[in-house]
């Protein structure tokens, strides 16, 4: 939980994991992203991070803001 959302992972098919983000409510709750593999979430300031990795990309540091732009 940070600055009032709660981020989470969620997933539809083995291996396809997206970033979500919600403030409690059904239209505060989005996908943020893909994020495959996610590891350790950590607030900090005004944004989430952590680490996820890809095949394509390997392991990456990745934040949000909890919008998609700023995923």
Do not use: I, K
């Not at 970033?19 to 996908?31: E, I, R």
């Amino acid at each position: 939980v940070m600055g009032g959302r709660l981020y989470f992972m969620s997933t539809d098919a083995p291996g396809h994991y997206s970033l979500c983000a919600t403030d409690g409510t059904y239209q505060g709750t989005h996908v943020l992203g893909m994020a495959p593999d996610t590891l350790h979430f950590r607030g900090a300031g005004d944004r989430v991070y952590f680490n996820a990795g890809s095949p394509e990309h390997g392991r990456e540091l990745w934040s949000s803001d909890g919008t998609v732009e700023g995923t």
